[in-house]
């Protein structure tokens, strides 16, 4: 049996090199604090101080990931042959570590300060500007702003990418968020997927299908009780309560921003409860990975650090649609949900003439319509996908800013069917592309392929895991998720551990069989 | 009438001066929303990474506080005659805040940084000494790391009072906390203090008074509710919320920590609510001065602090004692007490059958006994001069920490005129002098002293003040307060504050004036 030989004592440069980006992640779990706190708690008046707070922290934040020390430490690693000579066995983890500090350390230098200030002076403006032209579909108003951050991003794209040869710009904006992907490979995997799904779509709900009744959405639910409701969940989902807590924001979001502390935030309204339950178990999602990186031991470096946004929506989509969408989930959770809503002592809740299959089927509706974040499980990644095509033809010149409207407009109406009624509700429904987000769009879909195709080899991985779900023991689950995903941290890159876990690289049909054989089912189709 | 010249544009050296100020204290302000978040919101397995990110901190703006650019932009406005040559005036306002720098370099550069962190160092584990010893009385344990702490704090003084002629070493100590204090002023306030207020409890308490009845105190109010009564009374002081929160925390407290952000803090029980509601008067006492200061014109300069703890603590004790314990003050706030301890829309609520007159007798009540946190307002000054004398003589050496059980016993006794039964409820009952507080204890009393002076003035300055206060209307009390203190900042020392506004010295008079007629009158004695 190959043993691993001992760890040797780590030699002074690399000891160093880890204390330094410790320090500089420290200072950024700092900022994540500033930043929930703004989202959840801090006083309204506070905010153009903590715009200060922010801005100084970050600059020394980046002073210290850019500073030659530990660029010098980082080129004395690589020339270790100790430490980078093996990429097997337990060597490779440092090897690994070194070779994403490098990758760390170019995307933070490559980048002239003069553009970073400028991006983030101009997105700034841009956003405000799209925030209001939004709210009567100004294009004409938004349109110069987003031909600049265009431009802006563009050059950025292009010094991101300086030294590399091959592929297109679009490529260096994927790579911020899913380090290796490619404009080509997302394309490959998007391409058949896309006549699959919009051809479901039309089927269970133009053709054949039988709508499910969706009275079960809109039963009153307390927004206390619906917290209560959701913190059982992520309790039995796993989620450590000594280590993270959940509150209330206007957006929901996860924040794992320091050892020991994931911050999860969700929000409530009277009406339709399950989207605050499917925003709490989604962000849980993020944060089960978040508390399942080996932060404890290796807090500030790459080996305790998630791999891509691709990876981290998998987890999240993994528990929001594969579990909770489940008719499994609910022969759990119903009977919970129903005492949440009984009066103390009573009988007879809202939710009691409801059955499993109500609930099932309630929550798996699927129905073409113009906003990306209200969308179902099935229609969504259409949303995504023109996205991705028209950011991709807006980097690489082929498509005018001027001429998005209407190319956004007819190419909806291919995918969904519908006609966009107006710009609010079409080209200028995100605030992604007013601040730079561009090239981040795919990785929302490569969340929900990479989870379903997890999905099928944990099935044959996990016995009894049906079962298990019917019992809320959701234990099983995730001690496979930890072991196989989350303690590697950014030890492989997200095309190498799909390669790994599920024998095969990103392809469109396992989310394709999940889609298919659930909502055929749902819609009786 | 005399004009203020039209002030000259500020010359660089001080502008750059105000601007690295202004950068110390913005990591300042971080580090207070990082001790804020440990008390109120933070996961318990948050703590061991808190404690990094908080000396991190505070190294980098230790670090600012003492770099030699500030030391010679100092010296540079200093030699500025423009800006420091009259005190007079609206120059007279650049010349204190330049002053005042000076102050805070001078003490944050005059301690050697191991000192600094020895201090740091056996401070937190004379804490968690203190922590389990008290549980059992255990002085003896104790006794080694509190003889290390007075030792380690001497050494402090000593290197505090370098290059300062005459005086006692305590004062160095003091003057941290209450700038320009001394031990033999502070004596000579305490001194014909001490006899007035020690007969008058025992006149009251053991003598011809009538103990009022308390059953006021002891009605159920849930906490919820509380909070709604505390939120109300904070409104109509003029808290503003809009600039600040209210939160709950094991201790309470105010944290002033931004400009636009000031936060309370306080506890809910079960029984005794008034705990609760004077706790919440106190901190937003201090808020309210926290808010008055003039941080959104010049956040980082000491024109925008609070002049020193014992002013602080003037305003607080002035809202919880001299406004919470009126019974004008009940006459406006017991309806609504009364109305929040109602069933919803029913009536006969467990405070209806008390009067004004009982309420405002039942949070008078006098009781000698062995906690200072929760004496009331007569005996909480015997306390703390308790303390005072005991930890000037510590420090001189007069007495030995030793002998300190047996003299704290003995005092005690003399004041108070009951037998301490153990060193938890005796000298061994307070967190402060086992991480190094000393000097601090005497500004609890000084802020009920000071109070209580300005509170005569103030009775001759706002005409309709009892009134106002019968109908919660505070606004022209806190404008009172605004306009004579809180806008200053350090601009006047107290002592200079203390003359200007009541015209005279601080004495025991009015607090003694203001016990006497109050307590007389509630034990009709």
Not at 83 to 107: C, F, P, V
Not at 367 to 378: G, L, T
Not at 499 to 520: C, F, N
Request: with cysteine; charged share 25%; glycine share 10%.
């Amino acid at each position: 049996m190959p043993t691993t030989p001992p760890a040797a004592p780590a030699p002074p440069h690399y000891t160093q090199l880890c204390t330094l980006r410790h320090e500089a992640r420290t200072l950024g779990s700092i900022s994540s604090l500033l930043n929930w706190d703004q989202e959840t708690y801090m006083p309204h008046s506070a905010a153009a101080h903590r715009a200060e707070q922010s801005a100084m922290l970050s600059g020394i934040e980046h002073e210290r990931s850019t500073s030659t020390r530990l660029g010098d430490l980082i080129a004395q690693c690589e020339a270790d042959k100790a430490l980078t000579g093996d990429k097997g066995g337990e060597g490779g983890r440092e090897a690994a570590n070194i070779a994403e500090m490098r990758r760390d350390y170019d995307l933070a230098t490559k980048l002239p300060t003069d553009l970073v200030s400028e991006l983030a002076r101009v997105g700034s403006q841009a956003q405000e500007v799209w925030k209001e032209a939004r709210k009567t579909s100004d294009f004409a108003t938004f349109q110069p702003w987003l031909e600049k951050m265009f431009a802006l991003t563009r050059r950025k794209a292009e010094c991101l990418k300086a030294g590399k040869a091959g592929g297109e710009l679009y490529d260096a904006l994927l790579d911020e968020y899913e380090p290796g992907a490619t404009g080509k490979e997302i394309e490959a995997v998007f391409t058949p997927l896309r006549p699959r799904l919009s051809g479901l779509v039309k089927e269970i709900v133009g053709g054949k299908g039988k709508r499910p009744n969706d009275a079960f959405l809109n039963v009153p639910f307390a927004p206390a009780k619906q917290h209560e409701f959701g913190t059982l969940v992520l309790k039995a989902m796993g989620f450590d309560f000594d280590a993270g807590r959940l509150d209330t924001t206007t957006h929901p979001f996860c924040s794992g921003m320091a050892p020991g502390d994931t911050r999860l935030t969700t929000r409530y309204r009277d009406e339709k409860f399950t989207d605050a339950l499917y925003g709490t178990m989604h962000e849980g999602g993020h944060g089960l990975y978040e508390q399942g990186l080996p932060k404890a031991e290796r807090f500030g470096q790459p080996l305790a650090e998630a791999i891509s946004l691709g990876i981290h929506e998998s987890q999240s989509r993994m528990w929001e649609n594969f579990v909770g969408r489940s008719r499994e989930f609910w022969e759990w959770a119903l009977p919970h949900a129903q005492g949440l809503t009984r009066e103390t002592g009573g009988a007879g809740g809202p939710l009691d003439t409801f059955s499993v299959d109500d609930a099932f089927k309630a929550v798996n509706l699927v129905q073409p319509s113009f906003i990306r974040v209200e969308a179902d499980e099935a229609t969504y990644n259409l949303h995504v996908m023109l996205r991705f095509g028209l950011e991709r033809s807006l980097i690489s010149g082929e498509l005018p800013v001027k001429d998005l409207p209407g190319e956004w407009n007819k190419r909806f109406k291919d995918l969904l069917g519908i006609d966009v009624p107006d710009h609010r509700r079409g080209c200028m429904q995100d605030v992604h592309w007013s601040f730079g987000l561009i090239g981040y769009f795919p990785t929302y879909t490569m969340g929900n392929l990479y989870a379903a195709q997890m999905w099928e080899t944990i099935h044959t991985e996990v016995p009894g895991l049906r079962d298990q779900m019917r019992r809320g023991e959701f234990a099983p689950l995730l001690a496979w998720l930890r072991e196989k995903i989350h303690r590697h941290g950014r030890r492989y890159s997200a095309t190498e551990l799909c390669r790994m876990i599920t024998g095969k690289p990103l392809t469109a049909d396992p989310l394709m069989r999940h889609l298919e054989g659930k909502l055929r089912g749902v819609y009786g189709a």
